[in-house]
């Protein structure tokens, strides 16, 4: 995390006391794991059907490579989607606060996605083609890889912006596990604002949240998004 005084905001917080930059995890990534895993399973199954089950010998090698395709995607997917984290540029004011977000991918992201999206799509229609029988295999783990593919091939890494007064919370959750203070609302507590944020940090950014919203009730606790 990167942390540096300011003096002043582009889009209306004035006298910036603190801002800083750092990546995390948008949201815990253990329920996409487990489904990454289990589209994983089922083309290594698929990879298997075709490696020790299926007798056509002709289209053998197809049925078995649709297989490690779709292993080879979900593997990207997991790595490039679910387990990629979140850039997150903070600006501090006594007033409320500014950020910025954006995927954590260099500018050559966008074209190795779409790269690997074309290589996805012909390797999985010329299989087809060469033989129309496999059309089938549109319905398991090529399938799977198809709609990924289509997915990358639309990918962009958008800049989100958004901007928040203090004034309008009165509940702050301290959630140390995640790494996160987010304020938020007694009326309705999953409508809190993120802020990500070192470990070591954080008992020093609820000691300057006390001071600009000294009416909140501050709970040590996970906050459940």
């Known amino acids: 995390m990167k942390l540096n005084k300011v003096v002043e905001s582009e889009v209306g917080v004035h006298n910036a006391v603190v801002a800083w930059t750092i990546k995390a995890y948008p949201q815990p990534t253990l329920p996409m794991d487990i489904g990454m895993a289990v589209l994983a399973f089922f083309s290594g199954l698929f990879f298997l059907y075709g490696r020790f089950v299926y007798e056509d010998e002709h289209t053998k090698h197809l049925v078995v490579n649709s297989g490690v395709v779709g292993v080879v995607i979900v593997f990207i997917l997991w790595i ?15 007033s ?5 977000y954006w995927l954590n991918f260099p500018k050559s992201g966008s074209l190795f996605f779409k790269g690997l999206a074309i290589f996805a799509l012909i390797a999985i229609l010329s299989m087809i083609s ?3 029988s496999l059309i089938w295999i549109a319905a398991g783990p090529a399938g ?11 990918w ?3 800049v989100e912006h958004h901007a ?7 509940l702050v959750f301290i959630d140390r596990k995640r790494k996160m203070v987010v304020p938020s609302f007694h009326a309705d507590p999953l409508a809190g604002f993120e802020v990500h944020l070192e470990k070591a940090r ?3 950014f609820v000691a300057f949240l006390k001071t600009v919203i000294p009416h909140a009730e501050f709970r040590e606790a996970e906050w459940k998004w």
């Open 202 to 204: 954080i008992d020093d």
């Open 164 to 170: 928040t007064d203090w004034a309008r919370y009165d």
């Open 156 to 158: 962009e890494n958008p």
């Open 144 to 154: 799977i890889s198809i709609a990924a593919a289509v997915k990358l091939l639309n």
């Open 130 to 132: 060469i033989d129309p």
């Open 96 to 100: 409320g606060c500014e950020v910025e």
């Open 80 to 94: 490039a989607v679910v387990r990629q984290k979140t850039v997150y540029s903070y600006r501090f004011t006594e």
